[in-house]
T-cell receptor, first 109, second 113 residues
Framework: GQNIDQPTEMTATEGAIVQINCTYQ??????LFWYQQHAGEAPTFLSY??LDGLEEKGRFSSFLSRSKGYSYLLLKELQMKDSASYLC??????????WGAGTKLIIKP | DGGITQSPKYLFRKEGQNVTLSCEQN?????MYWYRQDPGQGLRLIYY???????QKGDIAEGYSVSREKKESFPLTVTSAQKNPTAFYLC????????????FGDGTRLSIL
């Protein structure tokens, strides 16, 4: 079957760096997205990878390796407002939408 | 400002009752989606629509129905056949289904009385 795996929860310290991993098994691949979701709110788009490599956007970067079925989201200079769930989402070759369960990131002072 | 609006924010359903959740977008997006999110879980796709007058079932369509009579609007009806409707419902839209990020509404929280 098709699925995405992410860690359920991670804890990090304000000002530090954290890497949230996402592994997937799908029938084909058409792009991978990362979203941020604060508790009780809607998800917001963070990044998109379709080719292998690193995409950088300010404090956030996302990496993709299609051969390994692997992506990560890297958050630098962590701030308390980064406490949220981070959702990995991809589209397979048939444009089917597959979502991970999300990683809850807790930032401590 | 363009955006996607869901209403109501909170909704209560009685046994045997159908309820309809509204979703309107003024982003001129072709594709629209409905998701269900249960506590501590990811998003599960209920229905999606790629274009006006067309929609497709997602992973958990049973007990739900939709319509797409206008590009801007994609209402979701939770029918009495849906036995466990308590959840957070999210509507989203994207330019099209082709590798475009989704923009989400603020969600509707549905509970059973």
């Amino acid at each position: 079957g098709q699925n995405i795996d992410q860690p359920t929860e991670m804890t990090a310290t304000e000002g530090a760096i954290v890497q949230i991993n996402c592994t997937y098994q799908t029938s084909g691949f058409n792009g991978l997205f990362w979203y941020q979701q604060h508790a009780g709110e809607a998800p917001t788009f963070l990044s998109y990878n379709v080719l292998d490599g690193l995409e950088e956007k300010g404090r956030f970067s996302s990496f993709l390796s299609r051969s390994k079925g692997y992506s990560y989201l890297l958050l630098k200079e962590l701030q308390m407002k980064d406490s949220a769930s981070y959702l990995c989402h991809l589209m397979d070759s048939n444009y089917q939408l597959i979502w991970g369960a999300g990683t809850k990131l807790i930032i401590k002072p | 400002d363009g955006g996607i609006t869901q209403s109501p924010k909170y909704l209560f359903r009685k046994e045997g009752q159908n309820v309809t959740l509204s979703c309107e977008q003024n982003l001129n997006h072709d594709a629209m989606y409905w998701y269900r999110q249960d506590p501590g879980q990811g998003l599960r796709l209920i229905y999606y629509s790629q274009i006006v007058n067309d929609f497709q079932k997602g992973d958990i369509a049973e007990g739900y129905s939709v319509s797409r009579e206008k590009k801007e609007s994609f209402p979701l009806t939770v029918t009495s056949a849906q036995k466990n409707p308590t959840a957070f419902y999210l509507c989203a839209s994207s330019i099209d289904r082709d590798n475009q990020p989704q923009h989400f509404g603020d969600g509707t929280r549905l509970s059973i009385l």
